[in-house]
DNA sequence: ATGTAACATTGCTCGTAGTGCAAATTTATA
DNA sequence: TATAAATTTGCACTACGAGCAATGTTACAT
């Protein structure tokens, strides 16, 4: 269950009960995305969002939880899979590389999964970043974010064996790395996705591992704001012009 | 227009209107705090704090403009200020030192300000960790700290004399020392207060900008406390009397 | 001290979010 | 086709939060 979900209708695996289903929650999230897009998070209200899906009111809520459920999907699967990820991938490296491989590879996936869903990701992101001014959106995506935060912490503490409510060395790993990759999501949102995602990611985890200097190659990919950036979709680190 | 006895009296600055907004201010906080921590935050209405301090619902909505706002207050002047000094306290200094020390201050101002606030801080934040588990409030927190990453980030560029759109070492050195912040916040919490919080943050930052190394003096902090922390997982990480 | 302006409190109403419950409708299975 | 299971829907209800106008309170000038 944790990828397939692309526009390509491979699978009817499942009885037609569970692709309506698929097919409603689906439509409400991508209505709501296109909706609070172009009128803002607080001009849009579940009714609009439900009439527009043609379903009632209340079926919205045996969706989502929440207005802003239906737009950053909490996916209980994916953070469950992040921790065993975060846990037990690449055993016996070192912390942050094993986390850094981790992240990078969720980031891939979930550029996936965005590219999937609507037709033009990079416009998408355009249009999203307008509507991140509302306090409530960002609130749901900061709380969205605090639980993937919990999961490696769990991740974390199990892979070195300690207990994170007496170690505070799990929490703040976590921490750091939620960080490192709500900033390189921001950015990667404010530059229009013209820059591969997970290459952002892993530049700015070697930052962090070498105790964010001043000048890291994280900083390098900015040289290029008009023209078309780094480009190299999963291999490794494009050629950079030159550095200062 | 009961007084709120405020158990000590060190300034009457101000008009009596000044103080008596401070008063019925400092009250609904009080009490919503009260409140949230023996009840839990969804199992208390504006309702309940309004009448427990004595002012009808809709002067509520007057001081605080939203539930939330009433415990994790936003104070937008400590946010300006703090962007002011991490924009320029410390100049020549290298940024994350400059930052660290802002942050130090800071924390130190926060754990004033909250032992000046209830009877006993050690036990109001004991408390207030049960009522952490709502997603609400967690919300609302995250919020809180998304606000002070985006004066850090700006404070740092005007520092740096970059753009942060451009840029993305602002955000991630902001969002990477918000992380470190709140890793530090909620161990001290979890330890009710035990521990100073400047020191743990001190140690936190160090700790960054040695690349977060497994270990670090951050970690021996957790030796204190009933009983052992570190329980040695796999490896040799533990105590610290054999190296060094 | 007294009238007046400025400000704070309050009650009222309204729209919206979100939940519980039971009836109605759709899908699966015998 | 009948029946069981799951889903959708309507309805009622609590609570948040904003706007507005009336009322009460503090500050200030004469």
Redesign the pocket.
């Known amino acids: 269950m944790t990828l397939a979900s692309t526009t390509s209708e491979g699978e009817p695996r499942g ?3 569970e692709r ?2 698929l097919a ?1 929650r689906r439509s409400l999230r991508r209505i709501a995305l296109d909706l609070v897009a172009e009128r803002g998070f607080t001009h ?4 609009d969002i439900a009439e527009a899906a ?6 919205f ?3 989502f ?4 459920a239906a737009l950053f999907g909490a996916d209980p699967e994916r953070i469950a899979e992040l921790r065993l990820r975060v846990a037990h991938d690449a055993p016996g490296e070192p912390v942050l590389d094993a986390l850094r491989m981790v992240m990078v590879s969720d980031a891939q996936s979930v550029a996936d999964e965005l590219s999937g869903l609507g037709g033009d990701a990079a416009d998408w992101l355009r249009r999203m970043k307008e509507a991140r001014s509302d306090p409530h959106l960002r609130a749901a995506h900061a709380a969205q974010m605090a639980m993937v935060e919990r999961a490696v912490t769990e991740g974390l503490a199990e892979r070195l064996g300690t207990d994170p409510e007496r170690d505070p060395y799990p929490g703040l790993l976590a921490a750091t790395a939620s960080g490192v990759f709500r900033a390189s999501m921001t950015f990667w949102a404010s530059s229009g996705g013209t820059v591969p995602l997970s290459q952002l990611i892993d530049l700015a985890f070697r930052a962090l591992a070498d105790g964010l200097p001043e000048r890291c190659a994280f900083r390098d990919i900015t040289a290029s704001p008009g023209g078309r950036a780094l480009q190299t979709p999963q291999g490794d680190v494009a050629d950079r012009k030159d550095n200062h």
């Open positions: 009885s037609l009960r309506k289903k409603t849009v209200t579940v009714e043609d379903v009632s009111p209340r079926t809520f045996n969706y939880p929440s207005k802003e």
